[in-house]
Every structure is written in C-alpha cells, then in structure tokens.
C-alpha cells in the first residue's frame, strides 16, 4: 500500500455515461495529480492541484472534469467518452516544497464501449 | 519541450547479472531526476531520485548516475533477481514551478531469466 487508493479499479461505460473516478490520500501530502497511461506511451500529466488549487491543466478534453474538495480528496468526473479515452488512469501525490517522490494509486483501469 | 527517451526494446537478462537502463532526455537539465518501478496493471512505485549536482547515487542494489554533459542518466541493478522484472520509468522534475510535475519516460521493461 502506497497510502494512495483509488476507486474503482476496473471500470467499463459506455459513451454516454457519467461516471468518477475517485482518489484519496492519507500522506499528509499538499499536492494531487492525475495521469493517464495508454498502451505503449509515457505517463501523461491531465492536472495537478497544489493545496487544492489546480495549478495545471494539460490541454485536456472538457468530457474530463477534475474536483478537489480538500487535500485529501481528488476526483475526476468523466462524461461522453470516446473509446480512445480507454487506458489506466493513475492518481499521484507528493509534498511539494520537500522536491520528494511522487506517491502513485493502484489506477483505474477504464474501458469505454 | 522536454523529451525523454528510455530504450523501447525490452532488456532480458540472466539471473545474477547487472542490468542497466538508460534514460535520455533533450534540452534542459531537471533539478531532479527519479527513477520508478511499475509492474503491469499497477502504479509505478518509487525506487530513487537524484540531483542535478549529484553524479551517483545507491540503495542496496540500485545504482544510478546522472551526466548532465551527456544529458543522460543510467539505472543499474546488481545481482538481478527474476523478482526485478518489471517495467522501469524514468522521470524529470524540471523544478521550475514548484508544482511537483514530472514528465515521464516510456519506459523500459526488464526480464531476468532464472
């Protein structure tokens, strides 16, 4: 256990469901982040929330919609997908100003129909 | 922009041998460079980090090395175990804005054969 969890870990939608993905970390840590993983290409950074502020947003599709209630908390709300959207979806967190390692959930496994 | 390459190929060696990775990167040097472990359907796990000023690092049978001359950082593991197989990912922490962002490699998956 990394002290990260993600919910759910496996999940399958058709394109025009809503449905989140949820994320919580018990690390004390100030900053959150989501990462998408497809086959065969680098981790690639979707949006970073520094003491729940999001700070970046990597040119990411508004059918993806991050929340961060708290510090503690990270979720992304996902609505008309498209199949390509399929991948691992990894949640992450790390304590900013420390310059420390990034402390990664288990992922979702996402598959869109 | 930043580009990192990690060698594509899989690296398969045998047990007890020294496997070696290398991460590439173009442009400017990070203030920070991690290494990371993922195993399939899993999230990558930490396994060390190196500054820009530090020319070696080690834990246990973990070795890594950063030249920022040749823009190039090397992951060593001594004494391969089948147990180390696994995927292993370079990542740079560019420092700039504090945010803690990390620009990943594709990765390099390793085999150690008994």
């Known amino acids: 256990e990394t002290g990260v969890t993600q919910t759910p870990r496996h999940l399958v939608m058709g394109m025009t469901n809503k449905k989140s993905l949820k994320c919580e970390q018990h690390?004390?840590?100030?900053?959150m982040y989501w990462y998408k993983q497809s086959a065969k290409k680098p981790l690639e950074l979707m949006f970073v929330?520094?003491?729940?502020?999001?700070?970046e947003n990597n040119s990411v599709p508004s059918r993806f919609s991050p929340e961060c209630p708290n510090s503690s908390h990270l979720f992304l709300h996902l609505h008309t997908l498209q199949p390509e959207d399929s991948a691992l979806y990894l949640c992450?967190?790390?304590?900013?100003?420390?310059?420390?390692?990034?402390?990664f959930g288990q992922g979702t496994r996402l598959t869109v129909v | 922009s930043q580009k990192i390459e990690q060698n594509s190929e899989a690296l398969n060696i045998q047990e007890g041998k020294t496997a070696t990775l290398t991460c590439n990167y173009t442009?400017?040097?990070?203030?920070?460079l991690q290494w990371y472990r993922q195993d399939p359907g899993r999230g990558p796990v930490f396994l060390l980090l190196?500054?820009?000023?530090?020319k070696e690092k080690r834990k246990e049978r973990l070795k890594v090395t950063f030249d920022t001359t040749l823009k190039q950082s090397l992951f060593h593991i001594t004494a391969s175990q089948p147990a180390d197989s696994a995927t292993y990912l370079c990542?740079?922490?560019?420092?700039?804005?504090?945010?803690?962002?990390?620009?990943f490699g594709q990765g390099t998956t390793l085999q150690v054969k008994p």
């Open positions: 990542a740079l922490d560019m420092g700039f804005s504090n945010t803690g962002k990390l620009i």
């Open positions: 442009n400017y040097s990070p203030a920070y």
């Open positions: 992450a967190s790390s304590q900013v100003a420390a310059n420390t390692e990034a402390f």
């Open positions: 690390l004390g840590h100030n900053a």
């Open positions: 190196i500054r820009e000023n530090e």
């Open positions: 929330y520094n003491f729940k502020e999001q700070t």
